[in-house]
């Protein structure tokens, strides 16, 4: 089994900054895609940046210039760091991942979420 546990949320003023994580566990051989999604209230889900093993980063136009994705192989981590930070930001936001591990493939794998609020 594999677990993807996100951490790094919580309660910004605007114009402030947050870093997600979001590291994964278990008997994994190797990881694919990593991303980030979010969902705010009412609206579905979306991505926000995704970092293939060994490709280029790509972002939602909405945080573009803001946010930053980035990997940590040896760690199974992906982070997001986030500047900048609007209300509009304001959504749970979700790790996904293609994880390879000793029992198979868990593609497009969510981990549980972590809440980001962006409020004065």
């Known amino acids: 089994q594999v677990q993807l546990v996100e951490s790094g949320g919580g309660l910004v003023q605007p114009g402030g900054s947050l870093t997600l994580s979001c590291a994964a566990s278990?008997?994994?051989?190797?990881?694919?895609?990593m991303a980030w999604f979010r969902q705010a209230p009412g609206k579905e889900r979306e991505l926000v940046a995704a970092?293939?093993?060994?490709?280029?980063?790509n972002y939602a136009d909405s945080v573009k210039g803001r946010f930053t994705i980035s990997r940590d192989n040896a760690k199974n981590t992906v982070y997001l760091q986030m500047n900048s930070l609007k209300p509009e930001d304001t959504a749970v936001y979700y790790c996904?991942?293609?994880?390879?591990?000793?029992?198979?493939?868990?593609?497009?794998?969510w981990g549980q979420g972590t809440q980001v609020t962006v409020s004065s």
């Open positions: 278990g008997s994994i051989f190797s990881i694919n895609a």
């Open positions: 996904n991942a293609d994880i390879r591990a000793r029992t198979g493939w868990f593609r497009g794998y």
């Open positions: 970092m293939p093993s060994g490709g280029r980063a």
